[in-house]
């Protein structure tokens, strides 16, 4: 499988190379030469396919010769290690929790996976890269943990302080080996333009291959299509027209739901539900695309202005803006109106949503959800990520699970950057 530039102004690569760039050299998103769909006898017999079968029946295609099958089904199996549960919480309504790994985040899965795809390519010293990334809090813990030991692989965290919960920190700062945290004095948009600066220094990049671990990155992007073929596994009995409404920042993961609609899976309607940062909803509804500094909000995960995967939405559709709005929705809400949705799932379900989910629940109710229908919602992040909010709207103790506990007893160790010349000094020294 080749991918190509959505630039249209770089030489095609293989998977290996698109992961170990990240980006392409014109700047572009990488994106797959083609998309063949899964046979119409995967889907049939889904619910009796094992979880690493149906990642690996779905992905293999988009990693090509580049990792043998052995190996593949070792790195799935080793990635998947954790549930996807659908718990119905309305009727016809129910939320996929992808939270049950080890940063308690969604985004562990792709982590995961572009580090131990990395770790293969680095199998014999030939591909060692420093992974740069900036994170407003959840991707920094998830890429930590992925990449944690994964040989060749250096990892540089930008976050910035004080702007992360208390959490997050633990998860980005207490791992030490390969992991390194910098804290920028700054907000992440600071964090960003620090990293982007930082791939375009050819002082830098003559001198070490630098890739992003954000969704940018095929290998973590592409993997999130395992959610909508795990939710369908388990909904499929029910025989209902399935709307997916995914909590959006930058994307990423719808984007990839919509991979798994192409091959094959039977979805109605994709929503893509987000808080005040509402670039893709407005461009829906008069067609001018026209990022925006990002507003923070209590889904901080998703204050993103200019979501970096939606061109690769509009690619999925074929640049066609009838075809997309046909197939896709996207509403946006705010704090107060999240806030409510917590409240109220609470109250008449005993069902406990970060502000995250909420947001999710809130567009599924929003496309509405009719009798032939089931609608999912993806709880991207445990309430615990986001304590205070979470116990302080409606009024009850989170648990705090084990694998959180065990970080928040570390030191924290991380080396303080003021400017771009000090990170500049700290990539080459
Ligand atoms: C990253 C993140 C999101 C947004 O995902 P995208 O793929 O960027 O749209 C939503 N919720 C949580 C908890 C996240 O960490």
Same mark, same amino acid.
Do not use: F, Q, R, Y
């Given at each position: 499988m080749n991918y190509y530039s959505l630039n249209n102004n770089a030489p095609k690569v293989n998977f290996s190379e698109a992961v170990i760039k990240g &980006? !392409? #050299? @014109?700047r572009g998103l990488y994106f797959p030469e083609e998309i063949t769909p899964l046979p119409k006898s995967f889907f049939d017999t889904i619910?009796? &396919? @094992?979880n690493v079968e149906i990642a690996y029946q779905a992905i293999h295609q988009f990693v /090509? @010769?580049? +990792?043998p099958e052995i190996e593949l089904r070792n790195i799935l199996e080793d990635v998947l290690s954790f549930d996807f549960p659908v718990v119905e919480v309305e009727q016809n309504i129910g939320t996929l929790e992808l939270f049950h790994g080890p940063t308690m985040a969604f985004k562990d899965v792709g982590a995961r996976f572009m580090a131990r795809c990395l770790g293969y390519f680095n199998r014999n010293n030939e591909n060692h890269v420093t992974v740069l990334v900036a994170t407003s809090g959840d991707t920094g813990g998830a890429v930590a943990n992925g990449f &944690? $030991? %994964?040989? $060749?692989v250096d990892v540089v965290i930008l976050y910035p302080t004080g702007k992360v919960s208390a959490i997050q920190e633990k998860q980005l700062t207490t791992l030490g080996q390969n992991i390194t945290a910098l804290e920028i004095d700054g907000v992440f948009d600071d964090c960003q333009e620090m990293v982007k600066t930082a791939f375009l220094d050819k002082d830098i990049i003559d001198y070490k291959q630098l890739t992003s671990a954000? =969704? +940018?990155n095929i290998a973590r992007w592409l993997p999130q299509l395992f959610y909508f073929l795990f939710a369908y596994k388990q909904v499929k009995h029910k025989r209902k027209d399935i709307t997916f409404s995914v909590p959006s920042g930058n994307f990423g993961n719808i984007c990839a739901g919509i991979v798994a609609h192409k091959l094959g899976l039977p979805v109605k309607q994709f929503v893509a539900a987000t808080n005040i940062n509402d670039t893709v909803v407005q461009y829906l509804k008069t067609s001018e695309y026209n990022p925006k500094p990002s507003k923070a909000t209590i889904?901080? !995960?998703?204050? %993103? /202005?200019? #979501? =970096?995967?939606f061109i690769r939405i509009q690619k999925l559709f074929n640049n066609n803006f009838e075809d997309l709005t046909n197939a896709f929705s996207a509403y946006s809400f705010n704090d107060i109106q999240t806030k409510e949705a917590m409240k109220k799932i609470y109250n008449s379900t005993g069902y406990i949503a970060d502000p995250h989910g909420a947001v999710g629940y809130l567009g599924l109710k929003k496309q509405g959800i009719n009798g032939s229908d089931y609608g999912i919602f993806l709880e991207? !992040?445990? #309430?615990v990520k986001f304590l205070d909010t979470v116990e302080e709207t409606i009024d009850v103790k989170v648990k705090i699970p084990s694998q959180i506990q065990k970080v928040i007893d570390k030191e924290k160790k991380s080396i303080a950057i003021d400017s771009y010349k000090k990170l500049k000094e700290f990539l080459l020294g």
């Open positions: &980006l !392409a #050299p @014109d619910e009796t &396919l @094992d /090509g @010769d580049e +990792i &944690l $030991g %994964v040989k $060749g954000n =969704s +940018i889904s901080n !995960a998703m204050d %993103v /202005g200019n #979501p =970096s995967n991207t !992040a445990h #309430p």
